[in-house]
C-alpha cells in the first residue's frame, strides 16, 4: 500500500545531500540509504527527520539507525586470502570510487596481503564501475604491476572488462591471472569462464530493510541490526 521513490545520487556525497533534502520534502514515511557516511547538512536533516532510517550494504553503528547489511572490510580479506590460497604472489586490487565500501575491501585486502608479507598494489580511477572502465584499468595494470598473477575487483563489472582484456591479449585465466569480482552479479554468472566473486545478499538487503522500517512506522517492536553475511564464490577464474 506505499508508493516508492527512487533516486540516484551518483555517489557524489553533495548530490546524496540535495536528495536526502528534496525526499524528506515530501514528507515520506520511511528512508532507505545506501551509504552510511553523509555530509554534515545531510546528518542534520536525517537527525531532525521523525521518521525510520535504514542504512543498508555496509556494516555501521549510527546511533538511531536501521543497519542492514555485511562486513566488506572481512569480504575483502577472505576473497584475497583465496586468491593466495590458490598459490598467486602478486594480488593487485581495482577499485573504483573509492566511496566507504571500497575503502572497507580494500583495507581488507591489504591486510590479507599483509599478513602474507606480500605488498599491495592498487588502481581508482575514482569513476562509477563499468565493463569498459576494467579494460582500461588491466591496460593500466599490465604498464604498473607486470609481475601481477591475480587482481580482486570492488565489483564485478570491472572483473568482466579484467576478462574481457585477458582473452583479447591472450592471458590465460586463471593460469597466468586469476580474477575475483564483487556481488555475484549476472554478467559475472554468464560470462565464460565463470567469474569468481564475492556474492552478497542485494536482494535480502532490500527485503529486510524494508521489513523493519514498515514494523517501525506501524510501532511494532523490532531488531534493527541486521548482518546478512556473504558467500565466497570460486567460479573458474580461481
Not at 61 to 83: H, K, S, W
Not at 109 to 125: E, M, N, Q, S
Not at 177 to 200: C, D, K, N, W, Y
Request: proline share 4%.
Amino acid at each position: 500500500g506505499y508508493q516508492t521513490l527512487v533516486v540516484n545520487y551518483d555517489y557524489n556525497p553533495q548530490r546524496e545531500e540535495e536528495q536526502i533534502a528534496t525526499v524528506l520534502a515530501f514528507n515520506v514515511q520511511g528512508l532507505i540509504l545506501t551509504e552510511s557516511v553523509h555530509t554534515v547538512r545531510a546528518e542534520k536533516y536525517l537527525n531532525a527527520a521523525t521518521i525510520p532510517v535504514a542504512e543498508v550494504m555496509g556494516l555501521s553503528e549510527t546511533r538511531g539507525r536501521i543497519n542492514v547489511g555485511f562486513d566488506n572490510y572481512r569480504a575483502g580479506y577472505d576473497m584475497t586470502a583465496m586468491l593466495l590460497a590458490s598459490g598467486k604472489r602478486r594480488v593487485i586490487y581495482f577499485g573504483s570510487m573509492s566511496d566507504r565500501r571500497d575503502q572497507q575491501r580494500y583495507a581488507g585486502y591489504c591486510d590479507a596481503v599483509a599478513a602474507a608479507g606480500l605488498p599491495a598494489g592498487r588502481i581508482v580511477p575514482n569513476k562509477v564501475s563499468s565493463v569498459s572502465i576494467g579494460t582500461g584499468m588491466m591496460t593500466l595494470a599490465r604498464q604498473l604491476y607486470p609481475q601481477m598473477d591475480a587482481i580482486l575487483c570492488t565489483n564485478d563489472d570491472l572483473a568482466v572488462g579484467v576478462l574481457q582484456e585477458c582473452q583479447a591479449a591472450g592471458i590465460a585465466v586463471p593460469q597466468a591471472l586469476a580474477i575475483a569480482g564483487f556481488h555475484g552479479l549476472e554478467i559475472g554468472q554468464a560470462t565464460t569462464p565463470r567469474l569468481a566473486s564475492v556474492i552478497t545478499p542485494r536482494f535480502e538487503m532490500g527485503k529486510v530493510a524494508t521489513e523493519i522500517v514498515l514494523k517501525k512506522i506501524n510501532q511494532q517492536p523490532t531488531i534493527e541490526q541486521v548482518d546478512l553475511h556473504y558467500q565466497l564464490s570460486m567460479g573458474a577464474t580461481i
